[in-house]
């Protein structure tokens, strides 16, 4: 069985690998990330099991990050602040936050709340042994760990680039992306000449999915832009 990865991520280099000095040893894959744009590169692409955030980051705040997980992801989040004001902790866990630990703490307390949580989480899914994510767009569930996707009862067959075309998109609700990021994103090298490449893995997956160019119901084009989900 897979182990669990927990995402540690805060602008204090120190503090990240102290807590993943007090983790090693708990049967956790970890994995560290130093501002908000990592961290968002990481839950992208990887089946983040537990994530402990800081707030305060360069580029993409904790914030930010959270209210944007909660938008295809209900793993656990511990969020981690020098903040001391009540109305600060009341903002985190408002926008989707599961914990919150202010500094200075004391790892252990840290290890204790990361393990109360993923309890909690195994235990309010049962089925879902390997901690992965079920995405749900509308009629269509995007199953990250097992890459597949049914409409209703129904299987699409996608291959895998057209997987991760979608996966991209969906857990990017709202952002476009030309054609050359998609490319860069999901085959991994520059998009120097990929020609129609994406245009036709996108009419491919529009086929899949049963979703009409002309009056879409997942994937939109922005003409002259690109490509996205709506929120």
């Known amino acids: 069985m897979e182990r669990p990865k927990i995402l540690i991520v805060d602008d ?11 983790l090693i040893g708990e049967n956790y894959d970890i994995l560290k990330a130093y501002d908000g744009i990592e961290c968002a590169e990481l839950l992208h692409n990887h089946d983040i099991s537990l994530l402990v ?64 949580q993923m309890r909690r989480f195994t235990q309010l899914n049962p089925h879902n042994e390997n901690h992965g994510t079920t995405i749900v767009l509308k009629d269509l569930s ?25 996966l991209l998109l969906v857990q990017n609700r709202g952002q476009v992306f030309s054609s050359e990021t998609i490319f860069e994103k999901v085959w991994k090298e520059a998009a120097y000449e990929q020609d129609n490449t994406i245009m036709v893995h996108i009419r491919k997956l529009r086929e899949k999915l049963g979703d009409d160019a002309r009056k879409p119901k997942y994937i939109h084009t922005v003409w002259g832009v690109g490509y996205k989900i709506e929120k």
Do not use: W
């Open 12 to 22: 204090d280099q120190e503090i990240v690998d102290l807590i993943e000095l007090y």
């Open 53 to 116: 955030l800081d707030i305060m980051m360069p580029h993409l705040d904790g914030l930010t990050i959270c209210k944007n997980l909660r938008e295809y992801s209900n793993i656990p989040v511990i969020m981690v602040t020098a903040k001391t004001n009540p109305i600060d902790k009341v903002q985190g866990l408002t926008i989707g936050a599961d914990d919150y630990i202010t500094k200075p703490f004391h790892p252990l307390e840290l290890v204790a709340r990361i393990k109360a």
């Open 142 to 166: 995007i199953n990250t760990l097992e890459h597949t996707v049914t409409k209703g009862e129904t299987p699409c067959q996608l291959t895998p680039k057209e997987f991760d075309i979608l």
